[in-house]
């Protein structure tokens, strides 16, 4: 059965930093992507960033100078530290993980940044 736990979210004020992980479990085909979405309300679920088993990454422009992902191919989990959170990093953060041809989701945690 495949799980991903997310774990790290929470209320911060802004200018605060949080860390996220998601750890992955079950998955039988070799782990290619790992990423992080996020979804405010009344809005579509964006990409903040990605990064590829090779270490290569990927960031919305949003984020960019703020936001690290990192990765620990041993642990299948992925990591995004916040820095410099904004009321408007305010969201759902979800994990997603590719093992081609499949994709799965975290349950998403919830961030909240005060101003």
């Known amino acids: 059965q495949v799980q991903l736990v997310e774990s790290g979210g929470g209320l911060v004020r802004a200018g605060g930093s949080l860390r996220l992980s998601c750890a992955a479990s079950g998955i039988i085909f070799s782990i290619n992507v790992m990423g992080w979405y996020r979804q405010a309300p009344g809005k579509q679920r964006e990409l903040v960033a990605s990064i590829t088993s090779g270490g290569s990454t990927n960031y919305a422009d949003s984020v960019k100078g703020r936001f690290t992902i990192s990765r620990d191919n041993a642990k299948n989990t992925v990591y995004l530290q916040m820095n410099s959170l904004k009321p408007e990093d305010t969201a759902v953060y979800y994990c997603?993980?590719?093992?081609?041809?499949?994709?799965?989701w975290g349950q998403g945690t919830q961030v909240t940044v005060s101003s």
């Open positions: 997603q993980v590719v093992a081609v041809p499949y994709h799965y």
